[in-house]
């Protein structure tokens, strides 16, 4: 991982997903 910042929003991406499927 070379930086926090996108590892940070490709979870939140993630969560959004989960949450509006």
């Known amino acids: 991982?070379?930086?926090g910042g996108m590892t940070?929003?490709?979870y939140l991406?993630?969560?959004f997903n989960f949450?509006?499927?």
Do not use: D, G, T
């Open 1 to 3: 991982m070379v930086s």
């Open 8 to 10: 940070c929003i490709k």
């Open 13 to 15: 991406l993630f969560v």
């Open 19 to 21: 949450i509006f499927a």
